[in-house]
Structures are given as C-alpha cells and as structure tokens.
Nanobody, 124 residues
Framework: QVQLVESGGGLVQAGDSLRVSCAAS????????KAWFRQAPGKEREFVAA????????YYADSVKGRFIISRDNAKNMVYLQMNSLKPEDTAVYYC?????????????????WGQGTQVTVSS
C-alpha cells in the first residue's frame, strides 16, 4: 500500500503558474504509475495526467495538454504537476493517485491509492 499526501495548492490568477506536489510513502513506490486527477464542485472526478513507473512515458488530458507537465523523482518518492497558463476552469481539488496504466490510461479504477487532495483556485 502506498500513502500519498498532496501539497502546493492555492489561489492564483488566470495565466499564473503553480506546482503541486505529492509525497509518497510505503513499499515499492517506484513500481507504480502515478497520476493526477481533479474534481471541480458539482462535477465528476476527471483525469489530468499520468506518468509511467520509470517516468519515460506521460499522458495528458486534452484540456491540459501543452500547459501542464507531470514528473516524478523516485529517489525522493515525489510526484509533481507543473501547471502553467492556468485558467479559471482549472479550479478544482487535485488528487494524486498510484496504480497501473491500463488499456484506458485515464480510468480512475486503475489507481488503488489516493491522497486527500489539494485545492487549486484560479481567479479570472
């Protein structure tokens, strides 16, 4: 089991950048793929980005492609999401997750461990 704790959320203005982090503990952290999901008020949780266990392969939702970058540091047991050119529609609670990259990369069912989330609010 992997325990995940997100940090780095906050209130920013449209066009700003923000990096959220995810600290992991537990066995075999480096063996798991990692992902970021988000959930806005009144909406379902949605996939944002994912990264393979080695960090060599990344995946992004179309809505964030070209603006967000997911990365990981297995030596530090950390996963990051660099968010650039933020928009008000990026406002959500951002969750870190650990699991596998299945045939449908963005499926939440592929990820068995979740953090508590960190709030990101983008004002216009």
């Amino acid at each position: 089991q992997v325990q995940l704790v997100e940090s780095g959320g906050g209130l920013v203005q449209a066009g700003d950048s923000l990096r959220v982090s995810c600290a992991a503990s537990g066995r075999s952290f480096s063996m798991y793929a990692k992902a970021w999901f988000r959930q806005a008020p009144g909406k379902e949780r949605e996939f944002v980005a994912a990264i393979s266990w080695s960090g060599s392969t990344t995946y992004y939702a179309d809505s964030v492609k070209g603006r967000f970058i997911i990365s990981r540091d297995n030596a530090k047991n950390m996963v990051y999401l660099q968010m650039n050119s933020l928009k008000p529609e990026d406002t959500a609670v951002y969750y870190c997750a650990a699991g596998v990259l299945g045939s449908v990369v963005g499926s939440a069912t592929n990820f068995g461990s979740w953090g508590q989330g960190t709030q990101v609010t983008v004002s216009s």
